[in-house]
């Protein structure tokens, strides 16, 4: 997702990525029915949600490292439910961490937020694996400094931008304890 308050006069934005940024959301409310049927264990998928492309990481089955798994592209409803049962089948993943994208200061829900609460209620049902949310502010944009900091050409950029920001939305998902711990910034579902 794109940030808004983002500074496009430079190709960085003008931003540079946090050395170790803090979870975002962090102090965001807990869902108690989330959490008690989220599994404490296991290998989980992080979505970055788009229109038109979904950025997917993956993370060990301790939950210490996400890594950037592929970027899927929509094609029609049966086609994305058959993609992300065989993904999840394929990964052994245990549920799925959603990025929510939430208002830049105030924290409210927009139209996007919505559209991605949407996209994770029918994932859990597609794939009968629990979907959590998490705040996603900046993702994208710090995505884009880390792969212009590399020195990748825009096309390169293009291409892996999502799923090093679902990279960093699970990343920053389990820095914050995941969902066992009380730190955890799931936001309800």
Same mark, same amino acid.
């Given at each position: 997702? %794109?940030?808004?308050?983002?500074?496009?006069?430079?190709?960085?934005?003008?931003?540079?990525?946090?050395?170790?940024?803090?979870?975002?959301?962090?102090?965001?409310?807990?869902?108690?029915?989330?959490? &008690?049927? @989220?599994?404490?264990?296991?290998?989980?998928?992080?979505?970055?949600?788009?229109?038109?492309?979904?950025?997917?990481?993956?993370?060990?089955?301790?939950?210490?490292?996400?890594?950037?798994? &592929?970027?899927? $592209?929509?094609?029609?409803?049966?086609?994305?439910?058959? @993609?992300?049962?065989?993904?999840?089948?394929?990964?052994?993943?245990?549920? @799925?961490?959603?990025?929510?994208?939430?208002? %830049? *200061?105030?924290?409210?829900?927009? $139209?996007?937020?919505?559209?991605?609460?949407?996209?994770?209620?029918?994932?859990?049902?597609?794939?009968?694996?629990?979907?959590?949310?998490?705040?996603?502010?900046? $993702? %994208?944009?710090?995505?884009?400094?880390?792969?212009?900091?590399?020195?990748?050409?825009?096309?390169?950029? *293009? %291409?892996?931008?999502?799923?090093?920001?679902?990279?960093?939305?699970?990343?920053? @998902?389990?820095?914050?304890?995941?969902?066992?711990?009380?730190?955890?910034?799931?936001?309800?579902?």
């Amino acid at each position: 997702m %794109t940030d808004p308050g983002r500074d496009v006069s430079s190709p960085s934005g003008g931003r540079q990525p946090p050395e170790a940024p803090a979870p975002p959301g962090a102090d965001a409310p807990r869902s108690e029915a989330a959490k &008690d049927r @989220f599994p404490s264990h296991g290998r989980l998928i992080g979505a970055d949600y788009g229109n038109v492309r979904i950025g997917l990481a993956v993370c060990d089955a301790n939950r210490r490292i996400a890594s950037p798994l &592929d970027t899927y $592209t929509r094609r029609s409803t049966d086609q994305d439910a058959a @993609f992300f049962r065989k993904l999840a089948a394929a990964e052994s993943a245990v549920g @799925f961490v959603v990025g929510l994208p939430l208002m %830049t *200061r105030s924290g409210d829900e927009g $139209t996007q937020a919505k559209e991605c609460r949407a996209f994770g209620s029918w994932l859990g049902q597609v794939t009968g694996l629990p979907v959590i949310y998490h705040d996603e502010r900046y $993702t %994208t944009s710090y995505a884009e400094d880390a792969l212009w900091g590399a020195g990748l050409s825009h096309k390169k950029r *293009r %291409t892996r931008r999502d799923r090093v920001a679902a990279q960093l939305i699970l990343q920053a @998902f389990l820095d914050a304890g995941g969902a066992v711990g009380p730190s955890s910034s799931e936001l309800g579902s």
